[in-house]
């Protein structure tokens, strides 16, 4: 029979019981042997799948270890569905999954009902006749399982992408860049290599892999089903797997293994997407120093440019906890650093590194990083694609190229689907990021560490005053990009490294001007308030630090960055390259 995708429908299941399972189906005998998507689940856990065989796959669930408890089932059934739609489905629903959320009686704290129990091998990523016609009808069978208490019911399916469990989800499809990262780390784990680099500049899907990778190698190999793979790269990757567990006994787990965030910002949202995870544990987020506590048999560092030294840390309480732990070590107490402390707590490590992104000198300086890379022998891998910004690479390296000074006016670039744009004045700024926060969400002013942070001994004063508006600086580190206020707040590099944003509004401080007299960029260290940022430098080291802050908050914005510079001469320096 001919269908017309005008007519496309489908039909939600409940299959109560495997002997009466024709009835369940209403007697739709086609749902037995065609393409269909199912969905298993109890209170605890949630499995989604896809079959052209129902009756035997329901069975073999039923008798599997992993799955038999999950005696609730759903079945997604339509005659316009093939198996390369069911696997599109699959994937869909999978990166798509957000649980209903629960409160505890005792503690108030909400966590998600369910937790997906799938590998994260069998997302599939490839093309088909109509794929754009099916994929747009996807969020409606989406919508449908929110009236089940499958979904969050309070959410609307266009506010996923905002979300940090779909932004962090290890059930993305990877793109080939990605693949062969992780490729690259499982055979060289599968030949007794310990030491990984994975390097890429922002946007270019660090975290994403991290995360892939974490969940991948704490799976237990038995659990993924072979029939269930696809793609050359999920079967290379289900061997190497084999291989890496079974033959060599090398077994990780939430107990063994560790997601190290140098930044207490990030590490908080990180934390809570595995807790959302089947096989991850909030637990194994964790900073540097518990590397110390527990020996480690692997560790993935994230952001690892931002592990720190000795040098310029905050107070004499950070100074004796860093001498404490370097002595406990057996290493200098002043000259050991956090990276010291992962490679002597931990067998293997694998590090995700973008030296253009440290942006202090109490970070790990990266001629350390290059002695240790030659010490370990370690493996290089890097990524190259840009993943967050739409304007791709040719955006990331016109902003290396402007505030660098590399670029003449000739070579002015406009961006087709990104937008770069220079504000007349700070209200203008504010009030577009704003009016993106109302259409589009996850719009936040940020701006370079020009102020004072008086606000935060004292809650009632303000820190920043420009134009005569009045503001105060991010009122919370942890997860600021989505406390409640933050769009009435200014954030800075501290609080948005690591992040994705729709649109980023920055305001350049006035600890960087151009200089009218010979037309340089310079810093003003008299406006640089971050006194860990700035103790023991010299002017060229300082401003390196700052150039290095403000191209990465520039580079935080998928959509779009308004920009608006304090310092009048910057702010015409700009209207060379940048529009209004």
């Not at 914005?557 to 910057?570: A, E, F, N, S, W």
Request: hydrophobic share 35%.
């Amino acid at each position: 029979m001919n269908y017309s995708m005008k007519d496309f429908y489908f039909k939600l299941y409940h299959v109560n019981s495997l002997s009466g399972l024709e009835s369940c189906l209403e007697n739709n005998l086609e749902a037995l042997e065609y393409p269909v998507v199912y969905i298993l689940y109890d209170e605890k856990e949630l499995y989604i799948g896809e079959t052209t065989d129902l009756k035997n796959r329901l069975l073999s669930h039923s008798k599997s270890e992993k799955n038999k408890s999950l005696k609730n089932r759903i079945v997604i059934y339509s005659p316009f569905f093939n198996k390369s739609v069911a696997l599109g489905l699959e994937t869909f629903l999978l990166k798509n999954f957000v649980s209903p959320i629960k409160k505890s009686e005792k503690t108030g704290i909400e966590s998600p009902k369910r937790k997906t129990s799938n590998s994260n091998l069998v997302t599939s990523k490839h093309k088909y006749f109509n794929k754009t016609e099916y994929e747009s009808r996807f969020p409606n069978i989406w919508e449908s399982l929110k009236d089940i208490d499958i979904i969050e019911p309070s959410l609307n399916f266009d506010e996923i992408q905002n979300l940090d469990i779909y932004k962090y989800s290890p059930y993305k499809e990877l793109n080939e860049d990605q693949q062969d990262a992780i490729l690259k780390v499982l055979r060289g784990l599968s030949q007794g290599k310990t030491s990984f680099v994975i390097r890429g500049l922002a946007g270019t899907g660090k975290t994403i892999v991290a995360i892939y990778l974490m969940k991948l190698l704490v799976t237990d190999v038995k659990t993924i089903e072979k029939d269930n793979l696809y793609s050359e790269f999920s079967t290379e990757v289900f061997a190497l797997l084999q291989l890496i567990n079974v033959d060599l006994q090398m077994n990780f787990n939430s107990g063994n293994s560790a997601f190290i965030l140098p930044m207490e910002s990030l590490r908080a949202t990180i934390g809570n997407v595995f807790k959302s995870i089947d096989g991850l544990a909030k637990k194994m987020v964790v900073g540097p120093s518990l590397a110390i506590n527990n020996r480690y048999k692997l560790v993935i560092v994230d952001e690892a440019h931002r592990l720190k030294q000795y040098e310029n840390l905050s107070g004499p309480a950070d100074f004796s906890a860093f001498k404490k732990r370097n002595i406990q070590l057996g290493l200098d107490p002043t000259k050991g650093n956090q990276l010291d402390w992962i490679e002597q707590s931990t067998d293997i490590q694998i590090l995700f590194y973008d030296k253009d992104q440290s942006i202090r000198k109490t970070d790990v300086p990266n001629n350390y990083f290059e002695s240790y890379f030659k010490r370990r022998k370690s493996i290089f891998i890097d990524l190259k694609q840009q993943l967050r910004s739409k304007g791709g690479n040719l955006y990331i390296d016109y902003i290396d190229g402007v505030l660098k000074q590399e670029l003449t006016a000739m070579q002015r670039e406009e961006f087709e689907d990104f937008e770069l744009k220079l504000m007349p004045n700070f209200k203008s700024l504010v009030d577009s990021i704003k009016q993106k926060e109302i259409k589009i969400g996850l719009s936040r002013v940020i701006a370079g560490f020009a102020w004072k942070w008086d606000s935060k001994d004292d809650d009632k004063l303000m820190d920043i005053e420009i134009e005569g508006y009045n503001y105060q600086w991010n009122r919370q580190v942890k997860d600021w990009i989505n406390s409640k206020n933050a769009i009435n707040e200014i954030g800075s590099i501290h609080t948005t490294q690591g992040y994705d944003l729709n649109y980023v509004g920055i305001v350049f401080g006035k600890e960087i001007y151009l200089d009218p007299e010979d037309g340089k960029i310079k810093i003003n260290r008299d406006f640089y308030f971050d006194v860990k940022g700035k103790n023991k430098t010299s002017d060229i080291e300082l401003k390196h630090f700052i150039i290095n802050i403000y191209k990465n908050m520039m580079y935080r914005g998928i959509y779009g960055v308004y920009v608006y510079c304090m310092d009048k001469q910057l702010q015409k320096y700009f209207e060379q390259y940048i529009s209004y």
